[in-house]
């Protein structure tokens, strides 16, 4: 999972604290399952160690909690590259797809580039699995089919999601 | 002749407007011999329009359009009809068959409207049909067949004059998976063997499957990439 890239997201569209970018995670990505405070400070250290991440404010009072968290410019940049670069097609991307068309819109970027380059990604192993189903026995047609149909079923549900791209701006930019 | 590198019909900047909908918006597409290109894009987008535009059959507004390196907007409109005759195929989502012909009539029609005599036109659909694996329905009438026989009709007609440009728009739309997936596998093996380019307008990905090369309009444009040099 990318929760690296997800805190420079959310931190893109506004510096946080530790405790919010953790409640903003588990909001929006954590389905059911929040993250723990260790994985929080130790991604946000890895961050800052990359200099992907500044502290921008520290209020008085101890522990890691009065801490305010900045992205940096080549934080800004991180998430560019990651949003820009589709991702391996596999039968499990839904998580990671849906946390791009989120974060996408959270910082002002569209989500139809990410459509764009995720189906031609797609499309390269689509017309692979096609291709070996036209050249082999009928084993090989049924295991590239249902390649294939799950696939598309991505595809389907990005082409929705940009197509409902206005809508889910508004709600998505609180 | 064309080798493969050269593109065999560009459609360059295409602006096409019906009253306040602009449906092109600067859209360009390159399609190189044997090649198959999908177009794809959301429903409105001008993925027909495009491919009525590059065929030549309706004129665009502005931006030019070019095949085996002539301009279509310098042709008279008998040469434009002549060349879709002789050089295109179409086949569309339904409706394209002739109700009152067999299908074999209906394959052998494009060869009989060239003068190919009655007999030649009626034995090269035969083996059109029998490629497309529907020689069994040959004498039936289109009303008489299903979807996907329909269909695969349609496809022996489009390219029994042996076109070098293959235009289809949704040509499964209409089908259910299986018969979509056979039209799909006999139409692209067909114009490789013949070396024929496609291009295919489709919203299914796994039909975009069997292209080489997609192209995405959205509002009416495409990517830079297909303005080619
Ligand atoms: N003959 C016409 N008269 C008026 N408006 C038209 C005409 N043809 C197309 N349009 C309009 O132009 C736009 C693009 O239409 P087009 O048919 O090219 O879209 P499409 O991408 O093929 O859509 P679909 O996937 O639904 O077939 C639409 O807004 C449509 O309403
Ligand atoms: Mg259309």
Known sequence: MSIGQAFLGLLESQPRHGYDLKRAYDERFGQGRPLHYGQVYATLSRLLKNGLVEVDSVEPGDGPERKRYAITAAGVTDVERWLGQPEKPDLHLQNTLYMKVVLALLTGRGAADILDSQRSEHLRLMRELTRRKTDGDLADQLICDYGLFHLEADLRWLELTAARLDDLAGKVRR | ?229
């Open chain 2, 1 to 229: 002749m064309n080798d493969r590198g050269v593109p065999l019909l560009v459609g360059r900047d295409l602006h096409k407007s019906y009253g306040p909908t602009a449906a092109l918006d600067g859209a360009s597409i390159h399609v190189r011999a044997g090649e198959i290109v999908a177009v794809m894009g959301p429903s409105g987008s001008g993925k027909s329009t495009l491919l009525h535009c590059a065929a030549g059959i309706v004129p665009p507004d502005s931006g030019r359009i070019s095949y085996d390196g002539r301009e279509l907007n310098a042709m008279s409109d008998v040469e434009r009809s002549a060349l879709r005759r002789r050089e295109f195929g179409f086949v569309f989502q339904f409706g394209q068959l002739v109700p009152e012909l067999t299908c074999l009539e209906n394959v052998a029609l494009p060869l009989r409207l060239d003068g190919v005599k009655r007999r030649e036109a009626e034995r090269r659909a035969a083996g059109w049909l029998d490629r497309l694996e529907v020689a069994d329905i040959a004498h039936q009438r289109p009303g008489e067949v299903s979807g996907g026989q329909g269909q695969r009709v349609a496809v022996a007609r489009a390219l029994v004059n042996r076109p070098r440009v293959l235009f289809a728009d949704e040509p499964t739309g209409a089908l259910d998976s299986l018969n979509g997936e056979r039209v799909m596998r006999l139409l692209t093996q067909a114009a490789r063997e013949s070396d024929t380019a496609v291009v295919l307008v489709t919203h299914e990905t796994r039909v975009a499957a069997y292209s080489d090369r997609e192209v995405v309009v959205r509002d009416g444009r495409t990517r830079d990439a297909e303005l080619v040099a």
